[in-house]
Structures are given as structure tokens and as C-alpha cells.
């Protein structure tokens, strides 16, 4: 039931955002140079890495540095892509992926194999699943960036208070996973996103 409707709600959600899509992919090719979407190596389900889509938020080759982002200290950021991130419109791509099936709706947020290398033998049973477009992760994290902005050590402060974190939230989603609960995270998340919950 949770593929079929990943399936049918990416093909609608695509159909009806089909100009949506094509502005910010406009806006972001005359705002700075470079493709429109980019791509990135993450890990996902069974430990198998798979291309995550986005639109480009970052100056052309500024993706070589830090695999975390730091809030408005980030240079690498373009301004538009400060207005993307901010309302989540980069992560839209992702419908393409969970279309494939590289990704569901509602799963852990995908890493990069640089982190999940770190996991405990006990963290490594999050790649049992699809990742998601949202989890109670993204949620209590929704303003990380600007978290990691304030800290004086963002890498510390990302493995070792804010990924364990994370990864606790993720294992209780797996072991309590149920569709209509995913359906009210959906919710949740648009709520949030548009600033109706907090």
C-alpha cells in the first residue's frame, strides 16, 4: 500500500507542480551559473547508494566542501538559494526519486556515505527501509542549518549531539511505522513548512 501511494501521489504531485518546477529551474539558471538540479550520492535503502535530486542551491562546485550546510554563514549559498531552502522548494526533485523508488514519502532523511559510516551496528537497521521527503527527524530539525550556523564546531555538533538524535527518532518511526501514520507526518510537515504548526 505505502509503494502505490508513493507511486500515485509523485506521479500527481508532478503533474500539478510541472510549472512550478520549470520557474525555479528557470530562476536558478539565470541567478548563478550551472545546471539547475543537483545531484548528490546518498545512502539508501539495503545500503545501496542512489542519486538524490535537487534544485541547485550552491555555487558551481561549492558541493566539494562540508557535507553540512551552516545557516546564513554559508557563503556558499546563493541568495536564491537562501529563499529555496528556507521553504524546502529544493528538495521538489525528490518526487523524481521517490517515483524510481529510491525514496518514499515518509522515511528517514537519506546521509551521505561519509556518516553512514559511522553508524553503530544498531543505527545501520535505518537502511532497512526507503529513506523519506520527511520524518519526525525533519521535523525537529527543521531549522538545523541555522542550528549548525550558531555552533562553533558544526561538525561536532552534527555527529555527535544532532545525527544521534536523529537516528533515535528514526529507529522508534521504523519500529512504529503505520500508513496512516505516515499520512499525518505528511501533513504535519506541510503545516510546518508553511508555518501553521510549530
Known amino acids: 500500500m505505502k509503494r502505490l501511494f508513493d507511486i500515485l501521489l ?15 529551474w528557470l530562476c536558478v539558471r539565470l541567478t548563478s551559473s550551472g545546471s539547475g ?10 545500503n545501496i547508494d542512489f542519486s538524490l535530486y535537487k534544485f541547485r542551491t550552491m555555487y558551481t562546485r561549492a558541493h566539494a566542501g562540508s557535507a553540512i550546510t551552516i545557516g546564513s554563514r554559508d557563503s556558499r549559498i546563493t541568495p536564491l538559494g537562501y529563499v529555496l531552502r528556507k521553504y524546502k522548494l529544493d528538495e521538489l526533485p525528490q518526487l523524481i526519486n521517490v517515483l524510481k523508488g529510491d525514496m518514499s514519502f ?3 532523511r537519506p546521509e551521505v556515505r561519509k556518516y553512514v559510516d559511522m553508524y553503530t551496528a544498531e543505527h545501520m537497521h535505518v537502511l532497512s527501509v526507503r529513506p523519506g521527503i520527511t520524518d519526525y527527524a525533519s521535523l525537529l530539525f527543521i531549522d538545523e542549518n541555522e542550528v549548525l550556523g550558531r555552533s562553533a564546531d558544526p561538525e561536532y555538533e552534527y555527529i555527535h549531539n544532532i545525527m544521534p538524535e536523529k537516528l533515535k527518532l528514526n529507529l522508534e518511526y521504523i519500529q512504529n511505522q503505520s500508513f496512516s501514520g505516515d499520512i499525518r507526518l505528511i501533513f504535519r510537515t506541510l503545516f510546518r513548512i508553511m508555518g ?3
Open 10 to 24: 509523485s506521479v500527481l504531485a508532478l503533474l500539478v507542480l510541472s510549472p512550478v518546477f520549470l520557474l525555479i
Open 37 to 46: 538540479i543537483f545531484t548528490q550520492v546518498r545512502v539508501g535503502k539495503n
Open 106 to 108: 515518509v522515511g528517514p
Open 196 to 198: 501553521i504548526l510549530k
